[in-house]
């Protein structure tokens, strides 16, 4: 874009007015020359002083990468090439997160000028407490999102992997309802405790008579999924044989009922999930290393409760909307600070559980410390949260330690990186490290 488009004002104006969603030119110095009616209107701005857009979207006073997350003009800069990125922005309705895309304005001799920035809301999850969908705000809750937006666009099978209890199902919905497929069914199989013959029925559907109790015809989830997604859960209980037969629905988008000679298609996106580590299943030999290829085509990895959790307090309110609509009940930061320091082997199903229970012992409409239960309250004077040192360990473990037993201490991740000396970045991939290791 040529310079002379920066000093007629009025058509660069013009030019971003023809975007729908929000957007605005910046300089190399992060300070905002012109923005259209969608942003200024989004963020209660007018440009005219000099505003840094890190202060406008964020509320800070130093660009993103230095708030420990990442910029897009920072990279977009580094690389000379577009960046994308999800960030939450301050906005008039309040805190969104919002899907950025960034690219960059080159002058007559090829250098970076400016930048043009576009944003758009993201639908699939909210930094309010909701009754229903997705709520979080956590960097780690946020790499998810921001993984979510960019694979729903495509077809490509994915493989969301984390400990029982993280939500994968609901992240598995909002990848379906984010993508082409919307209108379409939402199909889920758990293939959990299903026996082999009751699993090829559930999955594939069956003929009458097909065997005994076969009274009608029945559609399997395969079938059904058609148009829409097929979602397995817990795909590392189902048996070798039946995996075979999984390969060839996928390669094929072919099955026959039990029972029947037709050869049936379905069209589905299939998302599979599980908290065993199927990589190592395929080592051992208990998942054909074929399938899994087919699987994972985009593998998510899903964050355990422990490591979000500055997202608890947004996560009890979202669920005292959902349980009780009709209370207004609350509960005391002395209780959630409790519940930030306890380990949730349950993740966020034993954090729905407690809530539930702790809202049955208030007499009032308040739930305080007394009305958790024993194994939450426990925790603040358990010995294991106590340093020290009884055996000669590896490096890598005591760093695990070491960081189980500081996020018991400092719950909000970006405070707990800043007294640890690394960006809340750093900290949070050296978790999930820990978590993968």
Same mark, same amino acid.
């Given at each position: 874009m040529p310079e002379f488009f920066f000093k007629d004002h009025r058509f660069v104006n013009e030019l971003l007015n023809t975007r729908t969603e929000p957007s605005v030119i910046i300089n190399r110095d992060y300070i905002i020359v012109a923005a259209n009616a969608a942003y200024e209107k989004l963020h209660d701005f007018k440009v005219g002083s000099k505003s840094h857009c890190y202060e406008i979207s964020h509320r800070y006073k130093k660009?993103?990468?230095?708030? !420990?997350?990442?910029?897009?003009?920072?990279?977009?800069?580094?690389?000379?090439?577009?960046?994308?990125?999800?960030?939450?922005?301050?906005?008039?309705?309040?805190?969104?997160?919002?899907?950025?895309?960034?690219?960059?304005?080159?002058?007559?001799? !090829?250098?970076?000028?400016?930048?043009?920035?576009?944003?758009?809301?993201?639908?699939?999850?909210?930094?309010?407490?909701?009754?229903?969908?997705?709520?979080?705000?956590?960097?780690?809750?946020?790499?998810?999102?921001?993984?979510?937006?960019?694979?729903?666009?495509?077809?490509?099978?994915?493989?969301?992997?984390?400990?029982?209890?993280? !939500?994968?199902?609901?992240?598995?919905?909002?990848?379906?309802?984010?993508?082409?497929?919307?209108?379409g069914p939402f199909v889920a199989v758990d293939c959990s405790g299903l026996t082999e013959s009751l699993f090829e029925s559930e999955l594939f559907g069956h003929e009458k008579g097909a065997f005994t109790g076969a009274q009608t015809r029945k559609i399997g989830l395969a079938e059904a999924a058609n148009g829409g997604t097929l979602f397995l859960d817990e795909t590392g209980d189902i048996s070798l044989s039946l995996q075979t037969k999984l390969l060839r629905l996928i390669e094929t988008g072919t099955f026959r009922r039990v029972g029947g000679l037709e050869t049936i298609k379905s069209d589905f996106r299939l998302i599979t999930a599980s908290h065993k580590n199927l990589r190592m299943m395929v080592d051992s030999g208990d998942f054909r290393n074929d399938l899994y290829y087919r699987i994972s085509a985009f593998p998510l990895h899903i964050p355990s409760l422990k490591e979000r959790i500055e997202d608890i307090p947004l996560l009890v309110a979202s669920m005292l909307k959902r349980f009780y609509?009709?209370?207004?009940?609350?509960?005391?930061?002395?209780?959630?600070?409790?519940?930030?320091q306890y380990n949730f082997p349950g993740n966020i199903r034993e954090l729905s559980n407690i809530v539930q229970r702790s809202t049955l012992m208030v007499d009032d409409e308040e739930i305080q410390l007394q009305h958790l239960p024993d194994e939450c309250k426990n925790v603040l004077n358990d010995d294991k949260n106590k340093t020290c040192f009884s055996e000669l360990i590896t490096l890598k473990v005591l760093e695990k330690r070491y960081l189980e037993w500081a996020s018991t201490r400092v719950s909000n991740k970006a405070e707990l990186a800043k007294k640890l000396g690394v960006s809340e970045r750093t900290l949070y991939r050296k978790f999930e490290a820990h978590e993968e290791a």
């Open positions: 660009p993103c990468d230095l708030e !420990g997350e990442t910029c897009p003009l920072k990279l977009c800069l580094e690389s000379n090439t577009a960046q994308r990125s999800l960030h939450i922005h301050q906005t008039k309705h309040g805190a969104e997160h919002v899907d950025i895309n960034l690219a960059p304005i080159h002058d007559e001799n !090829g250098e970076i000028k400016y930048f043009i920035e576009s944003t758009r809301p993201v639908k699939c999850a909210s930094t309010h407490p909701k009754a229903t969908g997705l709520v979080g705000s956590s960097i780690a809750f946020n790499t998810v999102i921001e993984m979510v937006q960019r694979v729903a666009c495509s077809d490509v099978s994915v493989l969301l992997q984390g400990e029982s209890g993280t !939500g994968k199902e609901l992240i598995a919905e909002a990848i379906h309802h984010t993508s082409a497929r919307s209108k609509p009709e209370l207004d009940i609350t509960i005391t930061d002395e209780a959630i600070k409790c519940l930030q």
